[in-house]
């Protein structure tokens, strides 16, 4: 098998770092170029190349990944945010190789909170009430003000007293339902079938998982609502819906990210190996693998990547320094 070259973005964070991780225990012959806003982090060991990048809404970012898919001679990007997948899917035209995730029209639905709302309302698919905060009447018991195109828990306002000086461009209000948080992955192949899902209970730290457990308990009310999302939405490979389920049994999804989310390298092994799947289909143009869930729980914990005898950051941009984690 010859060797191939693949950019994975974002990755100064978990979602990016857990796709490189995934991407090397398949064993492909695949070599990983990284890129990231900062031109060092603790994702940087992973790579074996790795490019600073601006925002994805620089108008400098598409041409900068322009040179490096040119430089590199990538064949597939994997993007690890929900910005560059909708802008990177946008400019696809100006791309010479693929970009792992849905059409453009749809990471735009799901880039902007409240256009999700608007368009599961639509189309009469669950999803938690909400409104614009000039539209905003008291109407919730409990509520959340947060940006329509926030990033992981940045941002948020639960139950303020005043909403008045959030601006209906920026800001949407959300009802607040108390209950568990399930994050639900799945992946819809080629052919445009459900190739399958897991779904995790989980607590968050810092806006990200830090612990879940796999639970099947609520895939005959899941299952539905992933395939009427699908039947009017163009989704493509991997994706993730997040719910709150009541102590009444009831779900309420509240957000979707249209490509491979945080809990990737956790769910991998627990069976749920959806970087392997897209490498399967987008690079080697075959079939994914059968999924095979597992049950168990995990934990994140924090280690330290070790650089020796290095003074600063400045030669530390890929793996080709020499590093140990502890």
Request: net charge negative.
């Amino acid at each position: 098998m010859d060797q191939k070259n693949i950019l994975v973005t974002g990755i100064g964070g978990n979602v990016g770092q857990g796709i490189i991780r995934n991407i090397r225990a398949t064993t492909f012959p695949i070599r990983v170029i990284g890129t990231n806003v900062r031109s060092f982090s603790a994702g940087n060991h992973l790579c074996d190349a790795f490019y600073e990048v601006p925002y994805a809404y620089d108008e400098s970012y598409i041409p900068s990944i322009q040179k490096i898919i040119k430089k590199e001679k990538i064949e597939l990007i994997i993007p690890a945010t929900d910005y560059e997948a909708y802008y990177l899917t946008h400019n696809l035209a100006q791309l010479s190789c693929p970009v792992a995730a849905s059409s453009a029209e749809t990471t735009a639905i799901y880039l902007d909170k409240y256009a999700t709302y608007l368009h599961h309302a639509k189309y009469n698919i669950p999803f938690a009430e909400a409104c614009e905060p000039s539209a905003y009447k008291g109407n919730f018991s409990e509520y959340i003000l947060k940006p329509k195109k926030g990033r992981g828990s940045r941002g948020l306002h639960i139950n303020p007293k005043d909403w008045t000086g959030f601006s209906d461009e920026e800001y949407m209000v959300q009802e607040l339902i108390r209950g568990t948080e399930i994050t639900t992955a799945f992946y819809v192949d080629a052919s445009q079938n459900l190739h399958g899902y897991i779904t995790f209970e989980r607590e968050l730290e810092n806006g990200a998982t830090n612990r879940c457990v796999v639970v099947d308990k609520y895939d005959a009310l899941l299952e539905p609502i992933l395939r009427k999302m699908m039947q009017y939405a163009d989704l493509r490979g991997a994706a993730n819906l997040q719910s709150i389920v009541t102590k009444e049994g009831e779900i309420y999804p509240f957000e979707v990210n249209c490509r491979i989310s945080g809990t990737n390298s956790i769910r991998a092994n627990f069976g749920f190996k959806d970087v392997q799947y897209t490498l399967e289909e987008y690079l080697y143009k075959q079939e994914p693998s059968p999924i095979q869930l597992s049950k168990g729980v995990a934990v994140r914990i924090l280690m330290d990547v070790i650089y020796p005898d290095q003074t600063d950051f400045e030669q530390l941009s890929d793996n080709s320094a020499s590093h140990y984690l502890y």
